[in-house]
């Protein structure tokens, strides 16, 4: 994987390129080409104090790939990511293409407020001919009845069957004053049995050093647009209650269903795995 360059791409209308941005920081974290001077330099000074965000952000896709193919195992073929980002290395819908049988349909819908991840989203969905099976709605994710009534999820959608939504490293950009709980339930409680969501947030580990660290990196988010929420592992696994955990149950991101032993992943690596707990549940009958 690249780590990204450091040449800007062309700004759509109206995209803030002074400030720096969480989606486009993730982007340059991830090793994508969708970000500006100021997101790398964002970057780099969190990387300087906290060693961590590319291999931990790396983490996150590599659990939200190995959730979106368990979920298309078993059966699943519609997925709402919320707060998608910019689009990057293997989005949903790349995901989704890539293990389904040619003529298999399926629906995807990507949720992000932010003008640069939108603009690219559709794009890069007209580019691949992706547009009838997978859409871009451009909104804040606390606004859920506007995305779940929007025309495109509407038009792609079908609530009467399973949906896997995806909530993945989203969570820690909302405030305890924005109810994270019932936000979450506003999108699951209308989804009928056999339904997924797939979960992951940053935490504080118990390391008093580990933890001082991840701290300083939050307290730099305030500067951004998406000021970042550290929570701990029981607030996390309370938001599947009512629901079936699957195996392996709440566990690091690296640790869930993972191809290959997290123990042997190389040090930098297996460095960043306590920072961020993940899990999928389906809902009951």
Known sequence: MTEGNDTAPDAPPGVDV???????????????????????????RMEAFWPHA???SRHNRQFMNRAVRA???????????????VPTVGNVHEVVREHLDPGEHAAVIYVDYEAVAAAHARVILEREEAT???????????NSKAILEHPETQRLIDFDQPVCVLM??????????????????????????????????MTVPDDPEEAAGVARFAEHYKSTSNPVWLREREEITSWFDGWNLLEPGITHQADWRPEV????????????????WCGVAEKPA
């Open 261 to 276: 032993d997290s123990s042997t992943l190389p040090p930098r690596e297996l460095a960043a795995k306590p920072y961020a």
């Open 54 to 56: 590319k291999h931990g």
């Open 168 to 201: 993945l490293a989203v969570l820690h950009f909302v405030g305890p004053d924005d109810n994270p709980s019932a936000l979450i339930h506003s999108y699951i409680d209308p989804l009928r049995p056999g339904s997924w969501l797939a979960l992951s947030h």
């Open 132 to 142: 009838e099976w997978a859409a871009l709605v451009q909104e804040d994710m606390r």
């Open 71 to 85: 979920a298309l195992d078993a059966g699943i073929r519609q997925f709402i990511d919320l707060g998608s980002g």
């Open 18 to 44: 002074d400030n720096p941005s969480a989606a486009r920081v993730y982007d340059w974290y991830l090793g994508g080409t969708q970000n500006w001077a100021v997101d790398r330099e964002f970057g780099r």
